[in-house]
């Protein structure tokens, strides 16, 4: 009989310079991850951390960074050079699962040139580079909608620098709006377990489905593949698992094959969170869809997830 660790399943969350960097409703992204944990027996810690603190990666299972003003965002480049910046490449390259939105998506890269002021140097963990075409180019504002891993993410941007990619693998394609640079369809960069995206607005709460994948990225690295931890029960592709006798909502599934192991994001797909009643969230995707006239994806995510 599986031992019952529900009540001690914990993770913890940096939230990178909350002060400087959170526009749009940034910090909506963290109330939903701690909502969506909280719903499945899981305690969501939430630790700031602003300029002038250190960044000790073991300390952390996740870490967000919001967006900002081009003013706000020269300190914090200095700050993630200066603080942070080997505490967070020690923690990318360990499969942390990290989000970085907008502001703090391009300071990810290799730098950005913002429309007034000198260059502000990136980390260069996206092979990418922003630069800003000066206040006479309009902005990329308004609503967007991408395509990521065949399925839907939306979402609002509004930035005025243009991210163009070396070999950083976006995120997703543009369906409506601008994304990386109003160009090339690209959206959002993806390393490791690390996601950049212009996504606003704020992203998860509409995007419950990107939520939970980064749930599962922070349990499957804390608790770990193949490392049995209460109701975490192997899945080895061939699908057998038992459920524990207590309440089914907290059973997590992590798929331990060679197959999963070596494989594309998409097996993260595979129900690893117990499923909540998203409809809500899912008519908020599929009416912004459809108010960007993606008709068919919007029928799509309608017959999918609402009943
Ligand atoms: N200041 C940056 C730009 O204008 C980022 C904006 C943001 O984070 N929304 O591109």
């Not at 002060?19 to 944990?37: M, S």
């Not at 050079?81 to 990290?98: F, N």
């Not at 192997?234 to 992590?254: K, P």
Request: proline share 4%; glycine share 12%.
């Amino acid at each position: 009989m599986a031992q019952d660790y529900t009540q001690s399943l914990q993770l913890t969350l940096g939230h990178l310079y909350p002060d400087q960097l959170n526009l749009y409703g940034d910090r909506g992204n963290i109330l939903t991850l701690r909502r969506r944990c909280q719903l499945r027996g899981i305690e969501l810690r939430v630790v700031g951390l602003g300029v002038g603190d250190a960044l000790a990666p073991d300390e952390y299972d996740m870490l967000f960074i919001g967006g900002g003003q081009d003013k706000e965002q020269a300190p914090v480049a200095q700050d993630l050079h200066t603080m942070k910046g080997i505490g967070l490449w020690a923690a990318i390259e360990d499969d942390m699962p990290v989000l970085a939105v907008c502001g703090g998506y391009q300071l990810l890269a290799h730098y950005y040139r913002p429309a007034d002021g000198p260059d502000m140097r990136g980390l260069g963990v996206f092979d990418a580079w922003t630069e800003h075409k000066g206040a006479h180019v309009a902005r990329c504002i308004g609503d967007i909608a991408i395509r990521w891993n065949n399925m839907t993410l939306v979402g609002f941007e509004n930035h005025g620098g243009r991210t163009y990619l070396g070999t950083a693998k976006p995120l997703g394609i543009v369906l409506k709006g601008n994304g990386n640079n109003a160009e090339d369809r690209t959206e959002g960069a993806i390393y490791r377990n690390t996601f950049g995206t212009y996504l606003h607005g704020s992203l998860l709460p509409k995007n419950p489905h990107f939520a939970d994948y980064l749930i599962e990225l922070a349990l499957q690295r804390k608790y770990g593949q193949g490392s049995p931890v209460g109701n975490i029960v192997a899945l080895n592709g061939t699908g057998t698992h038992h459920t524990s006798s207590s309440n089914h909502a907290t059973n997590i599934y992590v798929d331990t094959s060679e197959r999963a192991a070596g494989s594309t994001p998409a097996v993260a797909l595979r129900p690893l969170l117990s499923p909540l009643d998203d409809s809500l969230e899912w008519e908020t995707h599929a009416s912004m869809l459809e108010r960007l006239g993606l008709y068919s994806e919007a029928t799509t995510v309608l017959q999918k997830h609402t009943s």
